[in-house]
C-alpha cells in the first residue's frame, strides 16, 4: 500500500501561515489525487483540500476557500498545503489521503497525521 507521512505542522498565532507537506512512498497503485483532510476534537474527519496529479482539478471547501492552497510535485511524489490566515477554528489533526484511479473500490491510503494549533 501506498505510505504517507505529514510534516509542518505545529503552532501559531491566529493570522499567521504554516506548510505541511506529504510524501509518498512504496507505492502499490498509481495516485490519481492528493487531499489533506483535518479532523478536530468531537468532530467528524472534514476534507480540507484535493488536487489531481494532473493538476486539472482542484478542490477547497468553503471554510478554507481563499487561505489555504494546495500543490503538488510529481517528481518528489510530495503535495503542499500552504495555509495563510489560519484562524483558531483551524485547530485539528491534519491527515494527508491519496487515492487511485475511480474505481469500485477505490484504492486509498492515509497518513499519521501531524497537529496543527493555532492561537488567538
Known amino acids: 500500500q501506498v505510505q504517507l507521512v505529514e510534516s509542518g505542522g505545529g503552532l501559531v498565532q491566529a493570522g499567521g501561515s504554516l506548510r505541511l507537506s506529504c510524501a509518498a512512498s512504496?507505492?502499490?497503485?498509481?495516485?490519481?489525487?492528493m487531499g489533506w483532510f483535518r479532523q478536530a476534537p468531537g468532530k467528524e474527519r472534514e476534507i480540507v483540500a484535493r488536487i489531481t496529479m494532473s493538476g486539472g482539478y482542484i478542490y477547497y471547501p468553503d471554510s478554507v476557500k481563499g487561505r489555504f492552497t494546495i500543490s503538488r510535485d510529481n517528481d518528489k511524489n510530495t503535495v503542499y498545503l500552504q495555509m495563510n490566515s489560519l484562524k483558531p477554528e483551524d485547530t485539528a489533526v491534519y491527515y494527508c489521503?491519496?487515492?487511485?484511479?475511480?474505481?469500485?473500490?477505490?484504492?486509498?491510503?492515509w497518513g499519521q497525521g501531524t497537529q496543527v494549533t493555532v492561537s488567538s
Open positions: 489521503n491519496a487515492q487511485g484511479v475511480p474505481a469500485i473500490p477505490r484504492d486509498e491510503a
Open positions: 512504496a507505492r502499490t497503485f498509481d495516485i490519481y489525487t
